[in-house]
């Protein structure tokens, strides 16, 4: 699986979750000066506070394993690294700016890697650097994106008839398989019947209170009844 390394300048042109669906499964590397710069951007009333307040959020769900790397539905691997703060880099790069502190951690991945490393970036100088010191770099563009893997937001899965009971009269049911948090699900039973439901903490609850299946004996016996 190659990796990519992404630049602060990419996390605030789009929402995080855009952003990863629409690159092919890959190890996403978020550097820890990259969620700090995040940080500082939250506050803002623009699209830019937007992106950077998602991101924060999207990471803080994901918590406390981003150390070590969270595998998402999606395919794809995230990580803040925190490491690689003693790579050596040319003395003209002064070390006390966040674009150096990026180039380390890729320039350590690439050192350490048998896996492509690339580094995701809108800034050209940045990209220029980059490839001064061996290091594969890219820019990222809205038009750019691959639309096989854009994030749906929703997911259909198939689900058996206490699944179904369970899913009304308790209004929730647990799912063996990984889903986003808050995505939607539409869930398809052997009838041919559809139950949407929203996944939250482990649970796909009912997306409205009111809304009931047609019994599921009745449904049956008009099965039966009809073979």
């Known amino acids: 699986m190659h990796i990519r390394i992404l630049d602060t300048n990419v996390l605030l042109d789009r929402p995080i979750k855009e952003i990863i669906s629409s690159l092919e499964p890959c190890k996403i590397i978020i550097p820890l000066a990259v969620v700090n710069e ?64 990026i180039l380390a951690i890729a320039k350590g991945f690439r050192e350490e890697q048998k896996s492509p490393v690339i580094l995701v970036t809108q800034d050209i100088c940045q990209r220029v650097i980059a490839d001064t010191l061996g290091i594969s770099a890219e820019n ?41 948090e808050n995505q939607y699900v539409c869930m398809e039973d052997s009838l041919g019947g559809r139950h949407l439901g929203r996944y939250s903490k482990g649970l796909i609850h009912p997306l409205r209170r009111t809304c009931m299946p047609l019994a599921w004996d009745r449904r049956k016996e008009i099965w039966n009844s009809l073979s």
């Open 38 to 101: 995040l940080d500082r951007f939250k506050g803002l009333e623009d699209a830019r506070g937007h992106c950077a307040r998602q991101a924060i959020r999207f990471l803080d769900s994901l918590r406390p394993q981003l150390h070590q790397g969270v595998l998402l539905p999606t395919g794809h691997q995230i990580q803040v690294e925190v490491n690689h703060c003693n790579v050596l880099l040319p003395e003209y790069l002064p070390k006390d700016k966040v674009d150096t502190r």
């Open 140 to 180: 990222y563009a809205a038009e750019q994106v691959n639309l096989d893997y854009l994030y749906k937001g929703w997911d259909t899965i198939s689900i058996s008839y206490d699944e179904v009971q369970d899913f009304y009269q308790l209004r929730h049911i647990e799912v063996a398989k990984d889903l986003l």
